[in-house]
């Protein structure tokens, strides 16, 4: 049976050959030849299933083969001859003596790098595509070296790269030039050529380093006993000249008073520590608690009390050491009562602001309507302002959650809006004065009547579903509305509208006299006419048709030979009388 080919490893080399391969199979006793395409090459048999070769010359892909006293292998297993990289740029063309930047390497047939050189020290390997190679350079001695690329398919020609000297850094100054010995403060360096600075010592202790610039460095100092020491900046560059920094030992803190002097034993109230030498509290203890510091000046810290009982030391601690100690006493907050709500209704929306009045209300955690949490306005021992939930149409009790428990309950009705379905009249004088009936729902707690933006002059509740209002004085199409402790209402449902009417005004009749059988067609002039329910002759009524807002026509009633007023009549007034002659038949 003929050779099998199954691999050869690797499977890619360079064009010029000498790629040393492995190839693996079966059947290769005795071989007599391999070849890489149409070119042969030297091989040692290893075993019936291996043979290795150095690889010809070639370009290309090629089928590798095996000739054996069987007979030639016909597996397509290939051999790739890859192109040598090309490098075209370098990006920086120069660097630190220290190495560690990144340089850019661009150029063709780049992929599978498996080294980047700089002179003859090897560059990690950032990133690798067929265009472009990311690596970190090596250190190297001030001088210029050959930077090349290897790959499968060869090494790369070479492209300079410069290793420059690092100037030593250099500090001029130092801001602060002292500090407490606990360290924790921050600390300016300014000088020259400072940049990558690997570290900053304050004596033989680091400082942490924040800030690194070429001529700036901001570092924390670290903790120091008494005394004055060497600060210096190290780069690759070297390490720079010492200038003076002095550790000063801090004063001990002295409390002088506290407000207040007691609180609940829940904790939670803010003390303020009064006294001299508080810079830089770490800690405050109520007895054995930790208190939250939430201000500290020098004279001056404020503390959010931890829960206790009794009384108790309260201390501060700096880097100065500890203070003296202040009393403080807890004292078993009382149970909240509740004596009064103002108001004690509201709407089912909620939003409203509700006066709670009491004793014993300091430090609210909670204020409920029924099962649902109020939004706390403002706290006092003696009164709490809320914004009260939204809650169905109901009554429910009110109840007040303090450190001393939860107070008595007092009642509050979630009261539906009101609601209008119609009015009458919908028509009235611009001037007022005229009793409207409302109809509606939710009536009963009517509070105001506004015709438009105006309240009404006077109103009466004559039950849950209907009021009368006396009209005040407007203009024009208005919306009539109605508030109660449960809202106002609106325009969404019913006829609540409500239309102001300018008195009817007469200006000529035409004809002015006739016949005192009556009959005649009299056409009447003037104007807010439209709206005409009556028209009489000397208190007679006629039959009429209001044509528009400036003519009516009548028909004449019969009378008495003689004189008699002509007046029209709307939902705002009667009109001025203009008089009409009864001509005798």
Request: hydrophobic residues 35%; without cysteine; glycine residues 12%.
């Amino acid at each position: 049976m003929a050779p099998v080919v199954t691999s050869v490893s690797p499977a890619q080399g360079a064009p010029a050959g000498g790629t040393n391969v492995t190839i693996t199979g079966s059947g290769f006793t005795g071989a007599t030849k391999v070849k890489f395409g149409p070119n042969g090459t030297n091989f040692i048999l290893v075993s019936d299933t291996q043979i290795t070769a150095k690889t010809p010359p070639g370009t290309g892909t090629v089928q590798v083969t095996v000739t054996a006293p069987t007979g030639t292998s016909t597996q397509n297993v290939f051999f790739t001859y890859a192109q040598a990289p090309v490098l075209t740029t370098l990006s920086p063309t120069s660097g630190p003596t220290s190495g560690g930047n990144v340089v850019t390497l661009n150029g063709t047939n780049l992929t599978g790098a498996t080294s980047v050189k700089f002179g003859s020290n090897s560059a990690v390997i950032l990133t690798n595509t067929a265009t472009q190679i990311t690596a970190i350079a090596p250190a190297g001695p001030p001088s210029s070296v050959n930077v090349t690329v290897t790959t499968a398919g060869g090494t790369s020609n070479a492209l300079t790269y410069t290793y420059t000297a690092i100037p030593a850094p250099i500090l001029t100054n130092l801001n602060p030039t002292s500090g407490p010995t606990s360290g924790g403060n921050v600390v300016t360096l300014n000088g020259t050529n400072l940049t990558g600075a690997t570290s900053v010592n304050f004596g033989s202790n680091s400082a942490v380093i924040l800030t690194n610039t070429a001529t700036q460095i901001t570092a924390i100092a670290p903790a120091g006993p008494p005394s004055s020491v060497n600060v210096t900046v190290t780069t690759p560059g070297g390490t720079s000249n010492a200038l003076t920094y002095t550790y000063i030992a801090a004063p001990i803190p002295t409390l002088t008073s506290l407000s207040p002097t007691s609180g609940p034993t829940s904790g939670g109230n803010t003390v303020t520590l009064n006294g001299t030498n508080l810079t830089g509290a770490t800690t405050v203890l109520f007895g054995p608690s930790p208190a939250t510091i939430l201000t500290n000046t020098a004279t001056q810290i404020t503390v959010t009390a931890p829960p206790g009982t009794g009384p108790v030391n309260v201390t501060v601690t700096t880097p100065g050491g500890t203070s003296n100690a202040l009393t403080y006493t807890y004292v078993a907050a009382s149970v909240p009562v509740l004596s009064s709500l103002s108001p004690t209704s509201g709407p089912t929306s909620g939003g409203n602001v509700v006066t709670l009045n009491g004793s014993n209300l300091a430090g609210a955690t909670s204020v409920k309507f029924g099962s649902n949490s109020a939004s706390i306005l403002t706290n006092t021992a003696s009164q709490i302002t809320v914004s009260a939930p939204a809650g169905p149409p109901s009554s429910v009790s009110v109840t007040v959650t303090t450190a001393g428990g939860t107070s008595n309950p007092l009642p509050y009705f979630y009261l539906a809006a009101p609601t209008l379905s119609d009015l009458s009249p919908h028509l009235g004088p611009d001037t007022g004065g005229n009793t409207v009936t409302v109809f509606g729902t939710n009536l009963t707690l009517t509070n105001a009547v506004n015709f438009g933006g105006n309240p009404a002059a006077a109103f009466t509740v004559v039950s849950d579903n209907q009021l009368t209002v006396t009209a005040p004085a407007g203009s024009g199409t208005v919306v009539v509305t109605v508030t109660t402790p449960g809202g106002t209402s609106t325009a969404a449902t019913g006829n609540p509208y409500y239309t102001y009417l300018g008195a009817p005004v007469l200006t000529s009749l035409t004809p002015s006299h006739g016949a005192d059988v009556g009959g005649d067609a009299i056409v009447l002039s003037g104007s807010n006419l439209t709206f005409t329910d009556a028209v009489t002759f000397g208190g007679v009524p006629a039959s009429f048709s209001a044509i528009s807002d400036t003519q009516v026509v009548a028909t004449s009633p019969g009378g008495a030979p003689g004189t008699v007023n002509v007046v029209a009549q709307t939902p705002a007034g009667s009109s001025n009388g203009l008089p009409y002659v009864y001509d005798p038949s």
